[in-house]
């Protein structure tokens, strides 16, 4: 496992994402609220460009007329069959047990090769693949 | 493939030979109002089940009038006797359910309930019977539920399939709170009110069309339940599905379970696959059983359900789906025989529980 540097922070803000390439893979890397996410761009179910999807929220009810809305900009929905994803786990939302797209850890970091170059220190995002 | 003794026959259909024999079994008010609007000459048969029909009846079974069921004892002697059943619900069929008028349609329903226990249930102990409700009006259905619940012979409450709106529709749920409370499983039975044509397409010509397009309308009624969320608002309705075919189920099964995948977010109370609801909650009754005589297209549908829960006797008398003795479609296993007789039956309707099958003592 190695580290890949793939984007300054301050490229993705909050509720943004941003596909990169790592090793010849396309990966979503997501901002939600600070927290970078990186899921494999690729959907566990027919193979759409699943980082493409809509950001949405999650909509839930237990009966008829009671309606919710949760996580906030946190499911990613396929752009092919509007599957939903959680973008924290990869975990799909009708079928959780089973069905899963492919999540990566992902890190911030400064990078000292840079603090050489710029007055004002940036944090990276790295991706560990 | 004939029969053990001591079945639960889950579809039986008396007949109302006449409106004129509904008269005893009415209020006053409703007995002089269909007297002097000459009501009285009409039977109100249904156009899903007209009496000429061939699939109405089993010719051996048709009386002098050509109508089959009348009575206690052709019933008797036809179903009751060599069957043996340890009981059998009486499922009427009748233009009452669907007068225009919901008063009228209400009397009129409260006048077969009356003559089914006057000349059927008083007599026959292994007899029970659906509450007849008409269908377009969710508040009078449930009135009349209440007014017969108290007797354990009513066991059920019978809908059509096809009615003025969808099943699920929330104009409905008066009658799904009423029956929930009282542990009636809504049966829904094959048929239209005709307000709508029976193919989504518009009318067709012929009575094969109509009676096959059936079908459509049972996955149209049970998609509306599911998508309404009647089993959410309504966690311990049952739902039997009466002479449906049955398998079209699986075809139906799939399509809204991936369909389901894609738009959940419309339906968010719909939190689990549409299918393990379906295999939870509904039923369906065997008769008639829509596939080859052949054990290995048979063993393939039922494994496609999924379920050995699923599946309720029935004879569907006197409609003819079988002849003879042979109430069971070939090919079916011989564990699951003893499901759908006695132990799926008694799961499904609370008011059968306590029945023992043959062999077992009675109390
Ligand atoms: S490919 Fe993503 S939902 Fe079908």
């Not at chain 2, 089914?116 to 508040?139: G, K, N």
């Not at chain 2, 389901?260 to 059983?289: C, K, N, Y």
Request: aromatic letters at 8%; charged letters at 20%.
């Amino acid at each position: 496992m190695a580290k890949h540097v793939v984007a300054r922070a301050s490229e993705i803000p909050p509720g943004h994402r941003k596909i990169v390439s790592v090793r010849g893979r396309e990966i979503g890397i997501f901002n939600l609220g600070g927290e970078f996410f990186a899921l494999f761009n690729r959907c566990p179910h027919q193979g759409a460009a699943l980082c493409t999807g809509e950001i949405v929220s999650r909509l839930e009810s237990t009966i008829p007329g009671d309606y919710r809305l949760s996580r906030p900009g946190e499911m990613l929905r396929c752009p092919w069959h509007c599957w939903e994803f959680d973008i924290r786990t990869g975990q799909s939302w009708c079928e959780p047990n089973s069905v899963h797209a492919r999540t990566f850890p992902v890190t911030t970091e400064p990078l000292a090769a840079e603090t050489v170059d710029v007055t004002i220190a940036e944090r990276y995002v790295v991706v560990i693949l | 493939m004939t029969l053990q003794h001591g079945a639960i026959d889950c579809d039986i259909h008396p007949t109302v030979p006449s409106v004129r024999d509904l008269l005893p079994h009415l209020e006053p008010y409703w007995r002089e109002h269909i007297l002097r609007r000459g009501l009285e000459r009409d039977n109100f048969d249904i156009s899903a089940y007209p009496s000429g029909s061939p699939l109405t009846s089993r010719p051996d079974w048709r009386g002098a009038g050509g109508l089959a069921a009348t009575n206690l004892a052709s019933i008797q002697a036809q179903l009751l006797d060599p069957f043996r059943p340890s009981a059998a619900i009486c499922n009427v069929l009748h233009g009452a359910q669907m007068m225009m008028s919901e008063d009228l349609s209400l009397a009129l329903c409260r006048g077969i309930n009356n003559w089914l226990i006057a000349e059927f249930l008083d007599r026959d102990p292994r007899l029970r019977a659906s509450i007849t409700v008409p269908i377009h009006s969710a508040e009078l259905a449930a009135e009349e539920v209440e007014r017969l619940a108290g007797d354990q012979r009513f066991v059920q409450v019978l809908l059509l399939a096809m009615a003025e709106v969808p099943l699920g529709r929330r104009q409905m749920w008066p009658l799904y709170r009423v029956a929930e409370k009282y542990g009636l499983p809504i049966g829904i039975h094959a048929g239209s009110s005709f307000r709508h044509p029976p193919s989504a397409g518009g009318w067709g010509s012929l009575y094969l069309e109509d009676y096959v397009s059936f079908a459509q309308g049972f996955a149209g009624a049970l998609n509306s339940l599911l998508a309404e969320g009647v089993f959410q608002k309504f966690p311990d309705l049952k739902v039997v599905l009466i002479e449906s075919g049955v398998t079209w189920m699986p075809a139906s099964m799939w399509r809204i379970d991936k369909t389901w995948r894609g738009v959940r977010s419309e339906v968010p109370w719909l939190a689990q696959l549409p299918t393990e609801i379906i295999r939870d909650r509904v039923r369906m009754t065997l008769q008639p059983f829509d596939a080859p005589p052949d054990v290995a297209a048979v063993t393939r549908v039922l494994e496609q359900l999924g379920s050995d829960d699923m599946l309720l006797f029935s004879t569907d008398y006197p409609h003819w789906q079988f002849d003879g003795m042979d109430a069971l479609p070939d090919g079916l296993p011989p564990a699951l025989i003893q499901k759908i007789l006695f132990d799926n039956p008694r799961a499904t309707y609370p008011r059968l529980a306590a029945l023992h099958p043959v062999g077992e003592t009675t109390s």
